[in-house]
């Protein structure tokens, strides 16, 4: 069965520093790895995913994510945070034999001005 | 592209009424919808995966009964909570995924709050 683990329920940050949200997987096979970000009341929007390629993936908002296959690792990164990036991410996981995206727990950033 | 829309964003009720929450792809055509909910400072609960036409697939411990799941067309699902209680107050959120648009990652609404007093 796939799972992902965050292992931080909060994670805080002074705004300028770079900050990490880690995120560890499984699956039985290859997986797709994925972030999403949730603001208060709001639905989830797509940072970025790793499907194949290069390890180190871009996406919105200034973020990247590594995977590590031999960690099991997707951890979230992101050079230099700002204030707005204060929200709950989720990391997630899809075997791409299978149809489901299972969700972590989900991490909230706090960025501190 | 690749827009849903859910309706309402926010709903109160009585308990023991029914509440209908519309899960709508704007601008591409949805085969599989999915429908998760999310209680306070916790995770999204996969809820049920319904596929266009067919009947929806529920997560083990989620009462079909209860949540009604309709994928009439490649546009729209629905949820229907029948006989409402206090305790399926909650944050509902759907997914879609669309043909032809099948790049991993699902796109999601911005999510109903239901309320039951």
């Known amino acids: 069965a796939q799972s992902v683990a965050q292992p931080e329920d909060q994670v805080n940050v002074a705004e300028g520093n770079p900050l990490t949200v880690k995120c560890t997987y499984s699956?039985?096979?290859?997986?797709?790895l994925f972030w999403y970000v949730q603001y208060p009341n709001r639905g989830l929007q797509f940072l970025l995913k790793?499907?194949?390629?290069?390890?180190l993936v871009k996406g919105s908002y200034g973020f990247e994510a590594e995977f590590n296959k031999s960690q099991t690792s997707f951890h979230l990164k992101k050079p230099s945070a700002l204030v707005s990036d204060s929200a709950l991410y989720f990391c997630?996981?899809?075997?791409?034999?299978?149809?489901?995206?299972?969700f972590g727990k989900g991490t909230r950033l706090h960025i501190l001005p | 592209g690749a827009v849903v829309s859910q309706h309402p964003s926010w709903v109160i009720c009585k308990s023991g009424t029914s509440v209908k929450i519309e899960c709508r792809s704007l601008?591409?055509?949805?085969?599989?919808m999915f429908w998760y909910r999310q209680f306070p400072k916790q995770s999204l609960m996969l809820m049920a995966t319904?596929?266009?036409?067919?009947?929806?697939?529920?997560e083990q411990g989620v009462e079909k009964d209860k949540f009604l799941i309709n994928h009439a067309s490649l546009t729209l699902s629905t949820l229907t909570v029948t006989s409402a209680h206090p305790e399926d107050s909650s944050f509902y959120i759907c997914?879609?995924?669309?043909?032809?648009?099948?790049?991993?990652?699902?796109?999601f609404g911005e999510g109903s709050r239901l309320t039951v007093l």
């Open positions: 997914s879609a995924r669309g043909r032809g648009l099948d790049t991993g990652e699902l796109f």
């Open positions: 699956v039985s096979g290859n997986p797709y």
């Open positions: 790793y499907i194949t390629g290069d390890n």
């Open positions: 997630a996981v899809r075997d791409i034999r299978g149809d489901k995206i299972i």
């Open positions: 601008d591409f055509q949805a085969t599989t």
């Open positions: 319904s596929n266009e036409g067919s009947k929806a697939t529920y």
